[in-house]
């Protein structure tokens, strides 16, 4: 290889991660500035490290033809009707909940939103600055992607449009339902303006449909076309705002404090604070199932294979089957706590004491009460907000004026991560993990070995993680240069390094747990990156996913039972 090509290549992705340094500080300076219009001089910065970085995620993001699989990525992380909004207003926790506003739920990120009129949208972050550049990041590749459908339907200064664009806007405007041939006609012109072929339009269409609204797709495109339009002609800019009280509540660990003194006020009551405790994060099925579907469903299921009962549970139409397994595993020793403080993170907490493990595929043969596992799982972090919710929990707590120390005997983190040699589905063992953008690392001791899941019919692969900020933030170039560089990156997620500085701090620095908790971390790979056609935006898992998220449980479990 040429010396000039070796160093082009390297500046690439030199360029690509001072682009996410870049947008990573102008995004904290905007949120400090408290307003900005993402299409204006204010926005500039962030436009134009995006569209440098052309991350995988939004895929066409600088061609000038539109991006359909990154516009229902990001829309499926967005409010319902945020194409609409020419105000959006990110807020803390401020009480809209007691209003009559209807809490509006993205299907992919669980945070309340609420639509206070025809032009605003309200987001409420309560998980912390990398909910923030998430939306940002998102909000930033829409109106990029409206203002390339606006160059295509204007046509002179006063405003004048594409006859395209008349056509679609009276599809839109309509008040009938459309019939199959009106709806073809419509995405003929949708499809001329997008840049894109019929058959490619045709495809999308379903994966847009919402019950309430079949043509969504048209819906957005018309409604993003015609925002641009109002800020090009007009100057009527769409403006993004950060509440006051937002401001000054960031980075103060509100909702985690008051998530963990919750869940340690639950422990306290069931008189659970002084026994052994295991920390797990991971999905609110895995580790119930793991242990009580075998003695809750009888019959046909029973003689099913186990990983198909899993996989039969993980589907969300099983419901009959679900609740059995949920209520054998409240008779027996669960509590659940369902999150109230904002955080998103609900809880379930194992007595092992009131566990019949005869019934079980573990044997644990513990026999004094106090020396019982307590097993306390938590559901997925995001980003910033694992260190947040892990710091706060680990600390003491004070009974009757006394500290009490909690007895935590292992943290382990179970978790889906972008992979860089494998595919959908394998096992990534992390040594150690990396921010990215820095050289700041975090090696430990895991638990966990490649040797132990060797048996699960997937690849395992062991070496280091980098945690970014934001998985949208991710381009070829710089995944390239993870996987090849000596830090021999294997995969990519957002909460490892978070999670592993918590417990850093509270074990090695503050002493608020032991200084010998075991630490195991394990991932299992929801796309390749690398890969096109394999990023996150591709589409979930599926079933894929169900045999590593249990061969993960099963190990976890056998380790804390035979500790």
């Not at 046509?155 to 709806?183: C, F, H, M, P, Y």
Request: hydrophobic share 35%.
């Amino acid at each position: 290889m040429s010396t000039t090509k070796k160093r082009h290549e390297r500046t690439r992705a030199q360029e690509s991660s001072n682009a996410i340094e870049r947008m990573y500080i102008t995004m904290r300076h905007l949120f400090n500035r408290g307003f900005y219009k993402p299409m204006g001089v204010s926005g500039e910065t962030l436009r134009e490290a995006l569209l440098l970085l052309r991350p995988e995620i939004y895929g066409s993001i600088a061609d000038e033809k539109a991006e359909l699989e990154g516009l229902l990525y990001v829309i499926d992380r967005l409010p319902q009707g945020i194409e609409e909004c020419t105000f959006i207003n990110l807020t803390s926790d401020e009480g809209y909940a007691n209003s009559h506003f209807k809490p509006i739920i993205p299907p992919k990120r669980r945070r309340n939103c609420y639509r206070i009129d025809d032009e605003q949208m309200n987001i409420e972050i309560t998980r912390g600055r990398s909910e923030i550049y998430d939306i940002l990041t998102h909000l930033t590749f829409l109106f990029v992607e409206s203002h390339k459908i606006s160059k295509r339907i204007i046509i002179d200064e006063e405003g004048g449009t594409v006859r395209d664009w008349q056509k679609l806007e009276s599809a839109v405007t309509s008040t009938k339902k459309l019939n199959q041939k009106e709806r073809e006609i419509a995405i003929t012109h949708t499809a001329n303006i997008l840049g894109r072929t019929f058959n490619e339009l045709t495809e999308a269409y379903p994966k847009f449909a919402r019950e309430n609204q079949p043509e969504r797709l048209l819906h957005i495109v018309y409604w993003l076309g015609k925002l641009a339009i109002e800020e090009i002609i007009n100057n009527k800019k769409r403006t993004i705002t950060f509440s006051p009280v937002l401001r000054e509540r960031l980075g103060h660990h509100i909702h985690g404090e008051a998530w963990a003194d919750t869940i340690k006020s639950v422990l306290h009551k069931n008189g659970l604070l002084e026994r052994p405790i295991h920390i797990i994060s991971a999905n609110m099925h895995s580790v119930m199932n793991s242990l009580f579907a075998k003695s809750a469903l009888k019959g046909a299921e029973a003689k099913k294979d186990i990983f198909e009962v899993f996989e039969t549970l993980s589907d969300s139409k099983n419901l009959t089957q679900r609740n059995k397994v949920e209520k054998s595993a409240l008779q027996n020793g669960m509590i659940y706590i369902k999150d109230t403080s904002g955080t998103n993170i609900d809880v379930q907490i194992f007595d092992t004491d009131k566990i019949d493990f005869s019934k079980t595929d573990f044997k644990y043969a513990e026999s004094n009460k106090d020396d019982k596992a307590v097993i306390f799982v938590m559901d997925y972090a995001f980003g910033e907000q694992a260190y947040e919710t892990l710091d706060e929990f680990l600390k003491p707590i004070k009974v009757d004026g006394k500290n009490v120390h909690l007895n935590v005997k292992s943290i382990s983190i179970m978790g889906k991560a972008g992979i860089l040699e494998g595919g959908k589905g394998d096992v990534m063992i992390p040594s150690a993990h990396i921010f990215e953008g820095t050289a700041d690392n975090y090696p430990f001791k895991n638990e966990l070995s490649k040797s132990d899941l060797l048996d699960c019919g997937v690849d395992v692969f062991e070496g280091t993680m980098v945690t970014v900020l934001g998985t949208s933030l991710q381009n070829k170039e710089i995944l390239k240069f993870f996987k090849k560089s000596t830090w021999n990156v294997i995969g990519l997620e957002m909460e490892g390094a978070h999670y592993q500085k918590a417990i850093q701090a509270a074990s090695k620095v503050r002493g608020s747990i032991n200084e010998d908790v075991k630490v195991r971390y394990a991932y299992y790979a929801s796309d390749n990156p690398l890969e096109t056609g394999s990023t996150l935006a591709s589409g979930g898992l599926g079933a894929s996913g169900v045999k590593p998220t249990y061969v993960i449980t099963k190990k976890i479990l056998e380790q804390i039972f035979n500790s």
